[in-house]
């Protein structure tokens, strides 16, 4: 079983800055991605970004050149780094990791909110 404890959520202005932290409790040796996903009200759980262990990223287009995501395999902790905040950024963030055999866990999510 892996747990993955978030933290970093919160309520920011338009325009603002927010980090969030994913900590697995899982060695980095048998994770293959670790990554966010969010979840406004009303729609789909939606992807934002993800890396590999050897560190390859991927982004939804709608957070490219604004978030970024990092990894530290040491701590088995993954960041997403997100800058200039709009409204339509509102949602519950989720941390994932899927496993070298292709089990996939999920976060409790961490609720942020812009405020326009």
């Known amino acids: 079983q892996v747990q993955l404890v978030e933290s970093g959520g919160g309520l920011v202005q338009a325009g603002g800055s927010l980090r969030l932290s994913c900590a697995a409790s899982?060695?980095?040796?048998?994770?293959?991605?670790m990554g966010w996903y969010r979840q406004a009200p009303g729609k789909q759980r939606e992807l934002v970004a993800t890396?590999?262990?050897?560190?390859?990223?991927n982004y939804a287009d709608s957070v490219k050149g604004r978030f970024t995501i990092s990894g530290d395999n040491a701590k088995n902790t993954v960041y997403l780094q997100m800058n200039s905040l709009k409204p339509d950024d509102t949602a519950v963030y989720y941390c994932?990791?899927?496993?070298?055999?292709?089990?996939?866990?999920w976060g409790q999510g961490t609720q942020v909110t812009v405020s326009s």
């Open positions: 890396i590999t262990r050897g560190g390859s990223t």
């Open positions: 994932s990791l899927v496993t070298r055999v292709g089990f996939t866990y």
């Open positions: 899982r060695s980095s040796f048998s994770i293959s991605t």
